[in-house]
């Protein structure tokens, strides 16, 4: 099986579960970044504030080619 886990972190919670999770199933991790740093707690209402007004955001990579991949799990801030 090829798989990867592609994932967003805020705090690192997000990542070592992503980090686990592919070593548990022997898939590639691959990590999405937000090119706005967000820090702090005001970051949180500021995201809110975006996502309710409908923002983009950049983020890194801008693609993923999953064409080769059986497998993709996605994780992201709860």
Do not use: H
């Not at 983009?56 to 059986?70: A, F």
């Amino acid at each position: 099986m090829t798989g990867v886990v592609a994932y967003y972190s805020r705090t690192g919670k997000t990542r070592f579960v992503a980090q686990q999770l592919a070593k548990a199933l022997g898939c590639r991790v691959l990590e999405i970044s937000d090119l706005k740093k967000r820090i702090g707690w005001i970051a949180c209402l500021r995201v809110a504030r975006d996502a309710r007004g409908k923002k983009r955001t950049e983020i890194e990579p801008k693609t993923i080619d999953t064409t080769g991949y059986n497998l993709i799990c996605l994780g992201t801030p709860v």
